[in-house]
């Protein structure tokens, strides 16, 4: 049950927002007592935080499952926007600008558990287009990692509507991967630039 209770909160919680969503709200959708859901959770703030944790293994999940797809390099990045596209593209409101403006300690503990991961992510990614010639070799990669990942965690954080969210990820998804190109690397970036629908 508390697994249930997890899915269909979160669910809620991102279509409809974290802050508009009341307990009485899940109790309700899920034909259940409230004091069903206050076995389990004391307040809705746990039961956003262990539904962030939920969204962050999903997510991290299907980031792992596309890399083991072994694309290029350029092509993975492009494979792991297309998939946070296809997770959140029914939401009006950026699901991370949210949690800042509302629950800014579990926005904090989100994004100490995504730093982590996505500079993992960033650093390998990095590393494997250099070894297959489209990123340059003689990048900083610490320092542009800090770049992307600064970049991207601060649209998320200050951009209100998810639309223009998915719209400057792209902008940054090519920014990020222009500056570190080959001539090769370019060449690959053009042909998805090409054949990429916003």
Known sequence: MKCKIIEKATEMFLKLGFKS????????????????????FNNKELLISEGTMMVHQKIHDTIDAIVAQNHNAIKENFEIRKMFKEMFHTLDHSPVYQLKKHYPEIHDEFMCREAEDCNMIFRQNIAKGIREGLYRENIKIDSYVKFYYTLIFTINETTKSEKEVFELEYDALEYHTRAIATPKGILELEKYLDNTNL
Do not use: H
């Open 21 to 40: 969503v009341t307990m009485d709200d899940i109790a309700n959708e899920m034909s259940i007592s409230k004091k069903t859901i206050y076995k389990y």
